[in-house]
């Protein structure tokens, strides 16, 4: 089993800025990838951000350039730096881990959800 533990949501005015973190531990072994989805309320959950274990990230569309996904492999952690926030980047963020066990299965594992309000 794999655990995470988000923080660092909240509620911040439109422009402002908030910082998510991520924390994995248990059996972890090796994780491949760390990443943030969110889902608004009546839409599906969709990626924003994911980091490679080899440094490669890719972005929704309309968050490149505003957010910033980075990763502390020795604390196996990810971060989520979001600047410039707009109301429509209200949502429930999710962390999302992908890695493999020590015998080589594969897992996925998701956090509790931490919730992300942008006021106008």
């Known amino acids: 089993q794999v655990q995470l533990v988000e923080s660092g949501g909240g509620l911040v005015q439109a422009g402002g800025s908030l910082r998510l973190s991520c924390a994995a531990s248990?059996?972890?072994?090796?994780?491949?990838?760390m990443g943030w989805y969110r889902q608004a309320p009546g839409k599906q959950r969709e990626l924003v951000a994911r980091?490679?274990?080899?440094?490669?990230?890719n972005y929704l569309d309309s968050v490149k350039g505003r957010f910033t996904i980075s990763r502390d492999n020795a604390k196996n952690t990810v971060y989520l730096q979001m600047n410039s926030l707009k109301p429509e980047d209200t949502a429930v963020y999710y962390c999302?881990?992908?890695?493999?066990?020590?015998?080589?299965?594969?897992?996925?594992?998701w956090g509790q959800g931490t919730q992300v309000t942008v006021s106008s």
């Open positions: 999302n881990v992908v890695g493999h066990y020590g015998n080589g299965r594969m897992y996925t594992y």
């Open positions: 248990g059996s972890i072994f090796s994780i491949n990838a």
């Open positions: 980091i490679t274990d080899a440094g490669t990230t």
